[in-house]
């Protein structure tokens, strides 16, 4: 009864905001139906799991919201041969979404309580036919260039700026995902890789956590 009680929370969720907001990828919806949202909050959260809102994980974390996580990953069209990063992992639910659709998944955390959770769930059950995913812990920052070139970069946060660092991981005409600080608001954008320049464009406006560390550098003023 428990389970099935998630499981018609979870159909609610794509039915009345995925398919709503124009997520219809069948990998992407079949993957986010599959991953059991609520084994990837706070025992405390399990009933807002799948509430159109950011979910508190602790230590000023939070887990995006479903629209949010659905829309990204829509306009970033993962395939099948994608080798992917996840920056910010949290509590690994990106990453087991994810993972259903691409080849391989570098997941980068910082923050020490949280890669234990990801490292739990993930382990804990298979979530169906998880594909390859790799937790690491470093600042989100520096992302992780033993993986690169990626693919698909996810950053699973809200960041004034990309760093440079980040932006040479990607593959040539590979693409990055993020919500975008703005005056106050965050919005979801999608940059493509050519040459050197990966520039995130805003495509809407959503609720995105804010990821700390990501603070566009101050012009110098006299």
Same mark, same amino acid.
């Given at each position: 009864?428990?389970?099935?009680?998630?499981?018609?929370?979870?159909?609610?969720?794509?039915?009345?905001?995925?398919?709503?907001?124009?997520?219809?990828? =069948?990998?992407?919806?079949?993957?986010?139906?599959?991953? *059991?949202?609520?084994?990837?909050?706070?025992?405390?959260?399990?009933?807002?799991?799948?509430?159109?809102?950011?979910?508190?994980?602790?230590?000023?974390?939070?887990?995006?919201?479903?629209?949010?996580?659905?829309?990204?990953?829509?306009?970033?069209?993962?395939?099948?041969?994608?080798?992917?990063?996840?920056?910010?992992?949290?509590?690994?639910?990106?990453?087991?979404?994810?993972?259903?659709?691409?080849?391989?998944?570098?997941?980068?955390?910082?923050?020490?309580?949280?890669? +234990?959770?990801?490292?739990?769930? %993930?382990?804990?059950?298979?979530?169906?036919?998880?594909?390859?995913?790799? %937790?690491?812990?470093?600042?989100?920052?520096?992302?992780?260039? *033993?993986?690169?070139?990626?693919?698909?970069?996810?950053?699973?946060?809200?960041? +004034?700026?990309? *760093?440079?660092?980040?932006?040479?991981?990607?593959?040539?005409?590979? =693409?990055?995902?993020?919500?975008?600080?703005?005056?106050?608001?965050?919005?979801?954008?999608?940059? =493509?890789?050519?040459?050197?320049?990966? =520039?995130?464009?805003? @495509?809407?406006?959503?609720?995105?956590?804010?990821?700390?560390? @990501?603070?566009?550098?101050?012009? @110098?003023? @006299?």
């Amino acid at each position: 009864m428990h389970d099935n009680h998630f499981q018609l929370m979870r159909d609610a969720m794509i039915d009345s905001q995925l398919r709503p907001s124009g997520v219809n990828d =069948r990998a992407i919806i079949r993957a986010m139906a599959t991953v *059991p949202r609520e084994e990837f909050v706070p025992a405390s959260r399990t009933e807002v799991a799948y509430a159109d809102r950011s979910v508190p994980l602790g230590d000023e974390r939070y887990l995006a919201p479903p629209v949010a996580l659905g829309r990204l990953l829509t306009k970033a069209e993962p395939r099948a041969t994608d080798r992917a990063l996840i920056i910010g992992a949290g509590t690994g639910y990106s990453a087991a979404v994810l993972a259903h659709v691409v080849a391989h998944v570098t997941a980068l955390e910082s923050d020490g309580n949280l890669l +234990e959770a990801a490292r739990t769930r %993930l382990s804990g059950k298979a979530h169906g036919q998880l594909g390859d995913i790799e %937790l690491v812990d470093g600042p989100l920052t520096d992302g992780h260039a *033993p993986g690169a070139p990626y693919d698909l970069i996810l950053i699973d946060g809200a960041v +004034e700026d990309v *760093p440079d660092t980040i932006a040479a991981q990607l593959a040539d005409g590979g =693409r990055l995902v993020c919500g975008l600080v703005d005056n106050g608001l965050t919005r979801l954008a999608i940059a =493509r890789k050519r040459g050197d320049v990966v =520039r995130p464009v805003a @495509f809407e406006d959503n609720e995105v956590p804010v990821l700390a560390g @990501f603070s566009r550098a101050k012009a @110098f003023q @006299f």
